[in-house]
């Protein structure tokens, strides 16, 4: 599996392993919604299960993916200030954008 991450979204990814809450956990990328031929996307701290495979980006970040799920083999993960600051998380092999 792959996942690719923007350098806004690496600064704040380390930001959240960084806080007390994310002891033992890594950052999961995850499907909110699957429409079969898109999902939408979210992340949070979270641990790996026996399902999950743990991908390391060229920022030397370890995203979690559930294997099972092959709408998140390719996410790319990007962080923006403008024009809203937030996750946009996207699957270029789906053609879809979201959030």
């Not at 959240?16 to 992340?43: C, P, W």
């Amino acid at each position: 599996m792959k996942c690719k991450i923007n350098r806004n979204a690496a600064n704040v990814l380390k930001k959240m392993l960084s806080s007390n809450e994310a002891e033992g956990k890594m950052i999961r990328v995850f499907i909110t919604q699957n429409h079969g031929d898109h999902g939408h996307y979210d992340i949070k701290l979270d641990t790996p299960t026996e399902h999950d495979e743990i991908v390391k980006t060229d920022k030397d970040i370890e995203i979690v993916l559930d294997k099972r799920e092959p709408l998140l083999d390719g996410v790319w993960v990007q962080y923006f200030y403008v024009p809203e600051e937030g996750f946009f998380i996207t699957n270029p092999s789906t053609g879809f954008l979201e959030k």
